[in-house]
């Protein structure tokens, strides 16, 4: 079965510092792979969608970026954090095709501080 | 663009209560429906789906039916617990191609609160 890691769980950063959220996909090949962000245990805002290696979407202008260095791994990161960057990161996969849903990890809590 | 419009809430039950939670949408052609669901400080899980309209989606006694004619998903439980106390997320995902292809639009998501 597939399964899905994200790490860390919390993080607490100073501002200006940079940023690495890992995850990784267990179990199936060539995924989409889906990072958000939840502000105030809410609504979903994506902020990338990657279809490939290589190949990243950005859904919103903004100080974070994404990569996907191989297949099954998708990595949110930031060279110097904003006090807007804190939220609750979610990533996600799916396999191809629309019907398809998406399964979510387990999220980041990351305060800027 | 496609859009999802769910109740605001948040929704107090007691237990063993009816549960409703609305949702409808825009979009063109077919989308795909789903209802996820959050527990406090966790990510989100698939509750159920339902790919085309007059398809049922149920799963751990909530049910949700794909209305085409109303364009709208709501979901229902019978017999609420206390367990069933988190945020309720309904979402599309367009299922033919073009930019949106493969991304979920979610509602604001409405937080359900069950009491003993």
């Known amino acids: 079965s597939q399964t899905i890691h994200q790490w860390p769980a919390t993080l607490v950063q100073p501002v200006g510092s940079p940023l690495s959220l890992e995850c990784t996909v267990e179990g199936t090949s060539n995924p989409n792979l889906y990072w958000y962000r939840q502000a105030a245990g809410r609504g979903l805002q994506l902020l990338f969608y990657s279809v490939g290696i290589g190949q990243i979407s950005s859904e919103v202008p903004q100080n974070l970026s994404a990569s996907r260095p191989q297949d099954r791994q998708f990595i949110l990161s930031s060279k110097k954090l904003l006090l807007s960057d804190s939220g609750f990161y979610l990533c996600?996969?799916?396999?191809?095709?629309?019907?398809?849903?998406?399964?979510f990890g387990d999220g980041t809590r990351l305060s800027i501080l | 663009g496609n859009s999802v419009t769910q109740m605001e809430g948040p929704v107090t039950l007691s237990e063993e209560a009816f549960l409703t939670i609305n949702c409808t949408y825009t979009a063109t052609g077919y989308p795909s429906l789903f209802w996820y669901v959050q527990y406090p400080g966790e990510g989100l899980q698939l509750l159920l789906k339902?790919?085309?309209?007059?398809d049922k989606g149920s799963n751990k006694g909530f049910e949700a039916t794909y209305r085409k004619e109303t364009t709208s998903f709501h979901l229902e439980k019978g017999s609420v617990q206390v367990s069933d106390s988190a945020v309720y997320f309904c979402?599309?995902?367009?299922?033919?191609?073009?930019?949106?292809?493969?991304?979920?639009?979610f509602g604001q998501g409405t937080i359900l609160t069950v009491h003993p």
């Open positions: 979402a599309l995902s367009p299922n033919a191609g073009g930019t949106s292809y493969g991304k979920l639009t």
């Open positions: 996600a996969w799916s396999e191809l095709g629309g019907w398809q849903p998406q399964h």
């Open positions: 339902a790919t085309k309209a007059d």
